[in-house]
Antibody, heavy 126, light 107 residues
Framework: QEQLVESGGGVVQPGGSLRLSCAAS????????MHWVRQAPGKGLEWVAI????????YYADSVKGRFTIFRENSKNTLFLEMNSLRTEDTAVYYC???????????????????WGQGTTVTVSS | DIQLTQSPSSLSASVGDRVTIACRAS??????LNWYQQKPGKPPKLLIY???TLQNGVPSRFSGSGSGTDFALTISSLQPDDFATYYC?????????FGPGTKVDIK
């Protein structure tokens, strides 16, 4: 069964940095777009970022643009989220997720996220 | 950016009830609308993608419909395992926004 396991969460002060990791197994990681999604305590889901299979294309939510970087190492089947200039409002459970859709040439078809990790908790607090 | 709204924000229902949750987009999103179920402390689970296609392993009591800007998730006969929060999500282009969620609890 396809699996994603996040790690790297913790407590950090405002303005600090953190790097999240997501280890993929039992599927061809390098073939898929991958997402980060977060959920603040008691709140709904917020899409954070997506990266193309080869890592050449990355898109971000406005709330994290310029502060967060999504990247991947396909040789290690691992997805990352580098988070800088953290704010208290970044406190959340962070999930990595596999995109069900696919890309054909320059065109991508997105059909939602069909595999999710269990999440890693990031707390930004002084 | 395209925004998604869901209605109702919460509902109380009984086992066996037919339940419909609406999702409206601020602009047309073609067929690229997906539905998730989330239970407390768990990651979301994809139920339906591309408006109406059932994800593998999801019971047939779940169905999706709609087009353009108006979409719906229907549970034909609510089961005890269905009490959860449901989210719609757009995926035509970035940002892949989620709706605010609809909580379904026991009447």
């Amino acid at each position: 069964q396809e699996q994603l396991v996040e790690s790297g969460g913790g407590v950090v002060q405002p303005g600090g940095s953190l790097r999240l990791s997501c280890a993929a197994s039992r599927f061809s990681f390098s073939m898929y777009n991958m997402h980060w999604v977060r959920q603040a305590p008691g709140k709904g889901l917020e899409w954070v970022a997506i990266i193309s299979p080869d890592g050449s294309k990355r898109y971000y939510a406005d709330s994290v643009k310029g502060r967060f970087t999504i990247f991947r190492e396909n040789s290690k089947n691992t997805l990352f989220l580098e988070m800088n200039s953290l704010r208290t409002e970044d406190t959340a459970v962070y999930y990595c997720a596999k995109e069900k859709g696919y890309c054909s040439g320059d065109r991508c078809y997105y059909y939602g996220m069909d595999v999710w990790g269990q999440g890693t908790t990031v707390t930004v607090s002084s | 950016d395209i925004q998604l709204t869901q209605s109702p924000s919460s509902l109380s229902a009984s086992v066996g009830d037919r339940v419909t949750i609406a999702c409206r987009a601020s602009q047309t999103i073609d067929k690229y609308l997906n539905w998730y179920q989330q239970k407390p402390g768990k990651p979301p689970k994809l139920l339906i993608y591309a408006t109406s296609t059932l994800q593998n392993g999801v019971p047939s009591r779940f169905s999706g419909s709609g087009s353009g800007t108006d979409f719906a998730l229907t549970i034909s006969s609510l089961q005890p395992d269905d009490f959860a929060t449901y989210y719609c999500q757009r995926s035509l282009s970035t940002p892949h926004t989620f709706g605010p969620g609809t909580k379904v609890d026991i009447k």
